[in-house]
């Protein structure tokens, strides 16, 4: 295996290292309840995908009630 002669400066080591970024992830609004989510999950302030309830999300009057 093929190995360096001499030691690969810092420099050039971060010039290398421009282009590891993380991706901004795209966010959408609910169609339900409006509120920011990510695409293709479900809502976690109301519990709707694609038009149907699919998570029953209790209020904040059923939790301080328990």
């Given at each position: 295996m093929a190995l360096p002669k001499r030691k690969h400066s810092k420099a050039r080591r971060d010039k290398?290292?421009?282009h590891w970024k993380f991706a901004v992830s795209s966010l959408t609004k609910c169609p339900q309840c409006a509120s920011v989510i990510r695409p293709h999950r479900v809502c976690p302030s109301c519990g709707y995908y694609r038009g149907r309830q699919?998570?029953?999300?209790?209020?904040k009057e059923e939790g301080k009630k328990r």
């Open positions: 290398s290292r421009t699919v998570l029953v999300i209790p209020s």
